[in-house]
Every structure is written in C-alpha cells, then in structure tokens.
C-alpha cells in the first residue's frame, strides 16, 4: 500500500494514542502531534507511564489503560521501545501504527515493523501524521517532500 494512502486511513481514526508525550513539552515532537490532532478535532489519549497529566489533560500509562481503547497509535518514544508498544497493539486489537520519524532515526524500528506488518497490522514507519491533510501545515508539506526524497519516508508500507 502507498504510504499517502496508509496516512490517509490512519487520519480517519478519530481515537489515536500518542506515546512518548512528555510532561516538558518544549521540543518534544509527540507533544506537537499530540496538540496539533487535539487541535483539529481528534480524540488523542497521551500515554506515558511516568506521569498521570501532561499539557493539563490526563495521561495514561499504557494503551491498555485508555477507557474504551483507541483505533490508532502514533509511536513517539525511542526506538527501542517501539517493538514493546506494537505488541501491546497487536494484543489489543489495534491494527493501525504509525512510527514517528523526522530527521533522525525517530522511533522506527525494523523489529517493530516486522512484527507489525506479521501480525496483520498497518504501519508506517516514518514521517509525521501532520505531514498529510488533514493535520498538515505548509512546514510539515515541505518537510514531506524532503524527507520523501532523503527515504525517511517509505514510499510503501
């Protein structure tokens, strides 16, 4: 599946947990996804085990612990982590995973992806869910088209 079209389903969940949301917001990139889906209209549930509340809403510390579960997760946390979090997804029934990625190596993990991807789930590892309308702006547009280009983003997942 093209990763454009893979983005376009994860955005039409309207419950997504963000992990790796951190109680000092300045600088974190989960921070800013988790604020920008709050901001346009989402459902968002941060998840971090170290702390009940983060940026004055109430935080979670595992997926599992989200009161009615989620439809998507976007991983924000270090790579690796994310292997530990998708296998909390698979056990919880959610098949849609997007691993955060920007000019570093993020917090993809190709033992995540694999496990992922063999259990029936959808996951993208790389780029940024406000990459892609409807959470985008022209700054992460361009970012995109950079990163496309470079290979952060995969064309496929």
């Known amino acids: 599946m093209r990763t454009k079209v893979a983005a376009a389903q994860f955005l039409a969940s309207k419950r ?8 000092t917001a300045q ?48 991983i924000g946390t270090r790579p690796e982590t994310a292997e530990a979090t998708v296998r909390e997804c698979a056990g919880l029934g959610i098949r849609q995973v997007w691993m955060h990625r920007s000019m570093d190596a993020g ?3 190709a ?6 991807r063999s259990h029936g ?3 993208i590892d790389g780029g940024c869910p406000l ?13 995109r088209c950079v ?6 983003i995969p064309r496929n997942v």
């Open 16 to 23: 997504i947990a963000v992990t790796g949301v951190s109680r």
């Open 27 to 74: 600088g974190h990139g989960s921070n800013v996804v988790y604020q920008r889906l709050k901001e346009r209209g989402y459902e968002v549930f941060a998840i971090n085990p170290n702390t009940d509340k983060v940026e004055g809403d109430r935080c979670y510390p595992s997926l599992g612990a989200v009161p009615g579960g989620v439809d998507a997760v976007v």
């Open 107 to 109: 917090s993809v993990s």
């Open 111 to 116: 033992a995540a992806t694999e496990y992922g």
């Open 121 to 123: 789930m959808t996951v």
């Open 131 to 143: 990459m892609y309308d409807p959470t985008a702006d022209p700054g992460h547009k361009v970012m």
């Open 147 to 152: 990163l496309a280009c470079t290979g952060r």
